[in-house]
């Protein structure tokens, strides 16, 4: 894609306004959160209650830089030279912000302003070479764009699993199309729109903040496994393309997306995907979906001793441990 072709999509695509919602900690969780820890016992602590909110997006883009602007920028970073193209796309866009919150001016995720582009700390475990740029955000600093100014690759990076992260290309059109297959992601009208009399069941979305991204071998195995197993909770699929599905609904910007990696391992067996479910009776669909298409038994619905709220225990076609959880209020 060209930096043309990208302000001709932009310019082309009209707001749109939906409904979502967010999850409001109560304080027992904020005090939780304050005092840090284990991560599990926040996504899924209950003392939380939801709103609605109407959320506007559009793709926002910003101005171009004068080339005095790029080169005093250049001055002050010596170690990392901008490929040619990338200043050619500078000069007409810089930042770029699919499916942008109106309120804020950012997406879920996006090309970050030069401004504020940052140089990433070498870390040879990680494959993050000397002079690389980060060029990108994330809401929740899942994964991020960077560019390697010593060869002129950008390569996107997977900070739940660093052996997941892709190399995306060496030209500014590799770059514009992977960064356009991501915001495709985040298309409000690919959310499913349920019914309001099922406001009620909207406690079956998982206690995460934002996305989480989960990689498989097998999309179409996993895809059969989570359609029935999320189907239970209240979730369908949200949107899907040629190496990736998600699941949401309309009412909630939370989900989940799987990916297709050519590398995947199991989840660490002390980090399950957690889900909350809207009944007991939720919890006891999901196992039986779960076992119906792929999962293995893991821990049969009940209430568990240690925490004492009602769950069941399952593990996906690949090995990730998968829960369901209800707490009795």
């Not at 072709?5 to 999850?23: C, D, G, N, W, Y």
């Not at 990392?80 to 810089?94: E, G, H, K, M, S």
């Not at 699919?98 to 140089?119: F, K, M």
Request: charge should be negative; aromatic fraction near 8%; charged fraction near 20%.
């Amino acid at each position: 894609m060209t930096p043309e072709r990208l302000l001709e999509l932009v310019r082309a695509q009209t707001p749109i306004t939906v409904t979502h919602e967010v999850s409001i900690p109560g304080p027992e969780l904020r005090a939780l959160i304050a005092r840090g820890g284990p991560l599990m016992p926040m996504l899924v602590h209950p003392d939380r209650r939801y709103e609605l909110k109407n959320r506007t997006s559009a793709h926002l883009v910003g101005p171009g830089l004068s080339a005095e602007t790029i080169a005093e920028w250049q001055s002050r970073h010596p170690s990392t030279p901008l490929p040619a193209d990338l200043v050619a796309l500078l000069r007409q866009i810089d930042g770029i912000h699919l499916w942008a919150d109106l309120d804020t001016g950012r997406g879920w995720s996006g090309i970050r302003p030069l401004a504020e582009w940052q140089v990433a700390e070498a870390n040879a475990k990680f494959g993050i070479p000397q002079n690389t740029l980060v060029l990108s955000y994330h809401d929740n600093g899942a994964d991020d764009v960077h560019l390697d100014a010593t060869n002129g690759i950008y390569t996107w990076y997977d900070h739940l699993s660093f052996s997941d992260s892709e190399r995306i290309g060496s030209t500014v059109s590799a770059l514009l199309d992977y960064v356009w297959k991501l915001g495709a992601q985040n298309d409000p009208r690919a959310l499913i729109d349920f019914p309001r009399e099922r406001s009620d069941a909207l406690a079956a979305q998982f206690s995460l903040q934002d996305a989480l991204s989960l990689g498989v071998l097998s999309l179409p195995v996993a895809a059969t496994f989570y359609d029935a197993a999320l189907g239970a909770l209240g979730f369908a699929r949200a949107w899907t393309s040629e190496n990736a599905i998600g699941y949401g609904t309309k009412a909630s910007e939370r989900r989940l997306a799987i990916k297709q990696r050519p590398r995947s391992r199991p989840a660490q067996p002390d980090y399950p995907l957690a889900f909350i479910a809207p009944s007991r009776a939720a919890v006891d669909a999901f196992y039986t979906a779960a076992l119906r298409h792929g999962g293995v038994d893991a821990g049969e619905p009940g209430i568990r001793p240690t925490t004492g709220h009602y769950g069941a225990s399952v593990r996906d076609p690949e090995g990730h441990l998968v829960e369901a959880v209800f707490h009795d209020r």
